[in-house]
């Protein structure tokens, strides 16, 4: 959806407007963490442990519902005070930022991701990730549109909360009995904690970058592409939302052998997958953002191709992190780790933004995110002996290697960005699969395409 919206939205609202909304969006999003309370992550782990007993499973989902509220509240009046100085500015962008705070509180995610109710979840975004496609094209023509962009983002997720609730509702019986609130306060504080620190890495470095060079041109630059990258992560964070609740029940019953099984997976998925994606990101940063973002964004290439390893080091963090610590309740090392992170990101954001702007938001983040993924594998690596053989990570760099004379002919061939694109992607994951598949013998690779086959195959 994004591939589709964004060549369209980022042509008629261009890097100003776009960083206006983003760094109003980013700060929401800031205070939606401070809301969230680290129940998301936490409520995930804890459903999924009680998901085979109704009454258990009903109380729980009472207690994470008015706990958020009440913390979600605090937020929102918090976010006006800091805020309100600013909102003459744009009104609406920090209305919908405000309306965001209160609605995280219903979004439910966390009750879909610990049932693994995965097929109800696909279902419902595609149907609101259409209603807003739609929206997109009809309301925004200009740029005195940029406001109803924030709007249509809000609109989704109310559709979404409802949607969401309605399931809640349906496949639960609440009755009135006592709720145990107190219990859940103490390693909700470790969650809020961590994910307070997570978000100073996050979001914070968009926060200091407008602060520190009152540059919305700069700000729309990084942020786009922040985006534009992270599209790439979507397969593999899927991974780990389909595994945390699964693991989190097999850590219950201390089935650790199943454990290492799904990890040796989850490890050898995301290095097969997310070093083509990052070496792609940073072959094809100019096509890239010339097609996906437009001509205006073109000085942003350096700081795509300096944030092309990120999405190997988020999946890789997002396996070591939330696969391993939190099914086996390592809380307090999960978050020493981030704190690490959080205090490594700020230094290197305050000394380096001055000088390099959004080049170095762009530093600051990757070196970041890398630092957090050896701190945390090491500390996964201890609990679980999860394994890759180094032999696949050679023969994947290997073959990434080849991306670069496909890519060399394919611009000497094609004058258009749009075609050398299509045609580099196309070569490239032909080459990837063919040499993986039958040479290499990859074993994610193989299992994947018998996959995509057994599902495609006509049923009888």
Not at 43 to 52: C, K, L, M, P
Not at 136 to 141: A, G, Q, S, V
Not at 400 to 405: A, S, T, Y
């Amino acid at each position: 959806m994004p591939l589709i919206s964004y060549p369209y939205i980022t042509r008629i609202l261009g890097p100003v407007n776009l960083g206006k909304i983003n760094y109003v969006d980013f700060l929401g999003q800031l205070f939606i963490i401070f809301a969230a309370f680290g129940i998301p992550v936490y409520a995930i782990r804890e459903i999924a442990v009680v998901r085979n007993d109704a009454v258990k499973r009903a109380a729980l989902i009472q207690e994470m519902v008015l706990l958020h509220s009440l913390f979600a509240l605090l937020a929102a009046v918090i976010f006006i005070l800091v805020t309100i100085g600013q909102w003459n500015s744009s009104l609406l962008l920090y209305v919908f930022a405000l309306a965001n705070i209160l609605l995280s509180a219903y979004s439910f995610e966390w009750y879909l991701q610990g049932m693994e109710a995965f097929r109800f979840a696909a279902i419902r975004t595609i149907v609101v990730r259409i209603v807003m496609l739609v929206a997109l094209f009809l309301l925004i023509n200009n740029v005195q549109d940029y406001p109803y962009y924030s709007g249509i983002f809000t609109a989704g997720f109310l559709l979404m909360a409802v949607f969401n609730g309605y399931k809640v509702v349906r496949d639960n019986h609440f009755v009135k009995q006592p709720l145990q609130l107190r219990k859940h306060l103490r390693p909700l504080w470790h969650f809020f904690l961590t994910t307070s620190a997570i978000s100073i890495y996050i979001y914070f470095d968009t926060i200091l970058l407008q602060q520190l060079t009152h540059n919305e041109r700069a700000v729309g630059y990084y942020t786009t592409i922040i985006k534009l990258v992270k599209i790439c992560l979507v397969v593999l964070l899927a991974v780990g939302s389909v595994l945390m609740p699964r693991l989190s029940f097999l850590a219950s019953t201390g089935n650790t052998t199943a454990i290492k099984t799904h990890l040796d997976k989850s490890l050898l998925f995301i290095v097969t997958l997310g070093i083509p994606i990052s070496a792609g990101l940073y072959l094809l940063a100019p096509e890239i953002i010339e097609v996906v973002a437009g001509e205006a964004f073109l000085p942003a290439v350096p700081v795509m191709k300096i944030l092309a390893l990120l999405p190997l080091a988020i999946g890789l963090s997002n396996l070591f992190c939330f696969q391993t610590l939190i099914p086996f309740n390592k809380e307090k090392i999960f978050l020493r780790s981030v704190i690490i992170g959080g205090i490594t990101s700020v230094a290197l954001n305050i000394l380096l933004i001055p000088y390099l702007a959004e080049q170095g938001a762009a530093w600051a983040n990757i070196f970041t995110e890398v630092i957090i993924s050896i701190i945390t594998g090491w500390f996964a690596y201890k609990i679980i002996r999860f394994y890759i053989s180094p032999r696949v990570i050679i023969q994947t760099i290997i073959t990434c290697l080849l991306f670069v004379p496909l890519i060399l002919l394919c611009r000497s061939v094609f004058s258009s960005p749009l075609y050398i694109l299509l045609a580099a992607i196309s070569c490239c994951v032909a080459l990837f699969g063919v040499l993986q598949y039958f040479l290499f013998r990859n074993a994610a690779v193989r299992e994947t395409i018998a996959f995509i086959f057994q599902t495609l195959k006509p049923k009888s």
